[in-house]
């Protein structure tokens, strides 16, 4: 935190970059400086018919009272000290002056940008980025007289932080491409979080920080394009007053509202938000964007630290790591171009997003949990309509077998208490041994054959000790298939097949029972078994019931789990028209 104190202070030591203060530059390219201006600019035709005692330094000319509109002409020297390669091409390139302009080299007119002329009707404001090649013959070594003839008639001003660049024809263009590419990405940067706000805020949830995080990144996208109108290489000068007028305002805004967009990540009392205003007019104290952006930047690092020392929000860390990044990358060359306040502007809508999206899957999360615990307690739900009905149908029969053989009800009773003591030890588990299960299962039958004077058994080898199922599963399914299929028969055989492969479990349970056709019906005991799959294997899990040549099976398929996030590729649950086993 100690650098980003310092960085702060270093931004606000910064220099403001002043109208019309030409210096030098790198990369081969050159900020011609040293300019003088002449308000003779309609009463001659050419720079050579001026005398001497016309001309006055620029800066001198602009710190004192001086027409806005009219007629001007520019001069400076540039000294070409060697030989430059050929057969390169070179330019210059005039950039900030309002209206129409005439570029000369050596007394020679190079280029017409827009129509120069003293009537104001007759006059055609020029385009903001015009290159003016210069022929190869005329750049040799030696001091060469630059001069630029403009007309105002359109604009409030005609000087608007002017700069005169000579350079590679190529490198030029090359340069302003690569600083079109920057605002269109920061701008996308804008709009990209613009959408998915107010996408968030009219369809999803009505919170007000998404309508404002959203109005406010669609503001700073058009405040950066504001900011750099030329990027749109067909508009003409004219609209420079479009952007005198409204820049200072789309400045002073969306930085307050940068700042309050922060205090609303870190949760700040809704009763600081009134105050807050207070800060809107100071932001007209500071005369640029670079000076505003290290206010923005001094809040913003403020109130992170509060939130932080106080472990209000959070979002304290993320702010602070993309705070420390945008202070990290400021100085990198990919900045260049695009100006400070929209930098920062950048990397906290970053921020934002990083927050929204974690707010969005916690609340994904929070679903799927709430989901689960509902399934859960539809489980206990179906257990408990499940045991009911069982021991009322026991207990019934215990009275029959008293009646007719005390022994007999005896050891119906013991097989009763040792299932109800099996059902206590698993009831709270989601998953049991496949061994336990069958010892479940087979006591169930053992009842069933007490009840009935019958004898059903399970059949199973080979089966792996690790083999886990959900409880009461396959005891679910063999009390259907006792339901459905022995309605007249004394003897039953269950047989239960278990296979385990690469893909998954393939486990069947089948009987020789007769079952009727299907009514298209599900009882409680299948929603029971679906239940417990879904809660155990997600969608991993597919069951089909069928007949076969000896009576009906039921197949229960699991996949091995796969990749997070990656879905089986088959249905959740599939089943076959027919009567359960």
């Not at 260049?336 to 999360?365: H, M, P, Y």
């Amino acid at each position: 935190m100690v650098f980003c104190l310092v960085f702060t202070v270093w931004l606000f030591q910064q220099p403001a970059p002043m109208p019309n203060q030409f210096t030098e530059v790198v990369d081969g390219q050159v900020m011609l400086t040293g300019w003088e201006i002449s308000e003779a600019g309609a009463d001659a035709a050419h720079p050579d018919a001026l005398p001497a005692d016309a001309w006055l330094p620029i800066e001198a000319y602009l710190d004192q009272p001086h027409p806005t509109r009219g007629h001007w002409w520019l001069r400076t020297e540039l000294t070409l000290a060697e030989v430059l390669p050929a057969p390169k091409f070179y330019a210059l390139c005039p950039e900030g002056l309002a209206s129409a302009t005439e570029v000369y080299w050596n007394g020679r007119l190079m280029l017409a940008n827009g129509v120069v002329s003293a009537d104001p009707t007759q006059s055609r404001p020029g385009r903001y980025y015009e290159p003016v090649p210069i022929p190869a013959a005329l750049v040799r070594p030696g001091t060469h007289r630059i001069a630029i003839r403009v007309a105002n008639h359109h604009n409030q001003h005609f000087w608007n932080g002017a700069q005169i660049i000579f350079g590679p024809y190529d490198d030029l263009l090359k340069g302003i491409a690569v600083w079109q590419i920057k605002v269109y990405l920061v701008v996308g940067v804008f709009l990209m979080t613009a959408l998915l706000h107010l996408g968030l805020f009219f369809f999803a949830a009505k919170k007000p920080a998404y309508l404002f995080i959203g109005a406010l990144s669609f503001s700073l996208g058009g405040r950066l394009l504001l900011e750099n109108l030329w990027v749109f290489d067909t508009l003409d000068t004219r609209f420079y007053d479009v952007q005198q007028n409204w820049r200072r305002h789309a400045t002073v805004l969306t930085a307050w509202a940068v700042t309050a967009a922060v205090g609303l990540q870190l949760a700040l009392p809704k009763r600081a938000f009134p105050p807050w205003l207070v800060l809107l007019p100071l932001g007209y104290a500071f005369p640029t964007p670079d000076a505003l952006a290290a206010l923005v930047a001094v809040l913003a690092l403020l109130l992170v630290l509060w939130a932080g020392a106080r472990q209000r929000a959070p979002a304290a860390p993320v702010l602070g790591f993309f705070w420390i990044a945008a202070a990290l990358s400021y100085v990198l060359p990919i900045r260049t171009g695009i100006d400070a306040l929209s930098w920062l502007s950048c990397w906290l809508v970053f921020a934002f997003n990083t927050l929204t999206l974690n707010r969005l899957a916690k609340q994904e999360r929070e679903k799927q949990a709430a989901l689960l615990r509902s399934a859960r307690l539809e489980n206990q739900m179906l257990k408990g309509s499940i045991k009911p009905h069982f021991l009322m149908n026991s207990l019934t029969s215990v009275l029959a077998w008293m009646r007719r053989d005390p022994d007999t009800a005896g050891e119906l009773v013991q097989a009763l208490a040792d299932e109800f003591r099996q059902l206590a030890q698993i009831a709270e588990h989601r998953l049991i041994s496949l061994q336990e299960e069958l010892a479940l299962c087979r006591n169930h039958l053992r009842i069933m054959s007490l009840r009935k004077g019958a004898d059903y058994r399970l059949e199973a080898a080979n089966l792996p000790e690790d083999a886990t199922i959900p409880p009461l599963v396959l005891h679910t399914l063999v009390e259907n298939g006792l339901t459905h299929g022995y309605e007249k028969q004394r003897t039953g055989v269950f047989r239960l097949s278990y296979d385990r492969d690469a893909r998954g479990v393939h486990l069947c349970l089948q009987n020789d029972g007769q079952s009727g056709p299907a009514d298209g019906g599900e009882g409680t005991g299948l929603k029971y078994v679906r239940a417990r799959l879904n809660e155990s294997y997600g969608s991993r899990w597919r069951l089909t019931s069928r007949p076969d040549a000896s009576g009906w099976q039921v197949c229960i398929d699991i996949d091995e789990p796969g990749p997070p996030g990656q879905r089986s590729g088959t249905a959740p649950w599939q089943e076959e028209t027919g009567e359960p086993a």
